[in-house]
């Protein structure tokens, strides 16, 4: 029973495709994240979910897009994908939206991308 | 804005006590936690303090310190599988997720 699962685990592309990226919570959490992991282990936030609703989104470009149809479900759509790009994205969730460390992350195992 | 330091790389031995150390500029502090990621892998939750003080798991112990920004994983009894990256995160800004630092590499030898 994995309880944050993501896929596909790896994806290879070209510059300029659109791919999404899945994500799915057997958790009953309320909130999902997603996380950009770059090749120096870096990891930056990229949105949050809470009960549907678009909570933060940082200074990620308007070419990546978080949809989800519920709350155990959140998936990353990239358009016009670029070298940049290449990285490993993670899907997390949480109980709650409210980020105080007890609010521990679950997170998929990771989703590599590469563009070339 | 907000931020965690901590050290890029940490070598030790088998056997070995580590320290790794993560200062942070963050309003509205909502306490400190530490994940573990293997390479390949996700990141794992290894320990939270909300208080100051250490708060231990087996072998894994946690500090923190609010008046100083500061805190601290202190791993014991070193073994080969804790070679790993170390991360420490708190909370961004609005309080709506968890921002990590740039995390430390442990690499234990025999």
């Known amino acids: 029973d994995t309880a944050v699962s993501q896929t596909p685990k790896y994806l290879v592309t070209q510059m300029g495709n659109d791919k999404s990226i899945k994500c799915e919570q057997n958790l009953g959490h309320d909130t999902m994240y997603w996380y950009k992991q770059d090749s120096k282990k870096f990891l930056k936030i990229m949105f949050s979910?809470?009960?549907?609703?678009?909570?933060i989104n940082e200074t990620v470009p308007n070419r990546f897009s978080p949809k989800s149809p519920d709350k155990a479900h959140l998936n990353l759509h990239i358009n016009s994908l670029e070298l940049g790009d290449s990285a490993v994205y993670f899907c997390?969730?949480?109980?709650?939206?409210?980020?105080?460390?007890?609010?521990?992350?679950?997170f998929g195992a990771g989703s590599r991308l590469t563009v070339l | 804005g907000q931020s965690l330091e901590q050290p890029s790389e940490v070598t030790a031995v088998e056997g070995a006590i580590v320290q790794i150390n993560c200062t942070y500029q963050t309003s509205g502090f909502y306490g400190l936690s530490w994940y573990q990621q293997h390479d390949g892998g996700a990141p794992t939750f290894l320990s939270y303090n909300g208080l100051d003080g250490l708060e231990e798991t087996g072998r894994f112990s946690s500090f923190l310190s609010r008046s100083d920004s500061y805190g601290y994983l202190l791993l014991q009894e070193l073994q080969m599988k804790d070679s790993a990256s170390y991360f420490c995160a708190g909370p961004n800004q609005a309080g709506t997720a968890l921002i990590f630092g740039k995390g430390t590499t442990l690499s234990v030898s025999s």
């Open positions: 979910y809470n009960n549907k609703e678009l909570i």
């Open positions: 997390a969730s949480s109980q709650s939206g409210r980020a105080t460390g007890a609010n521990v992350l679950t």
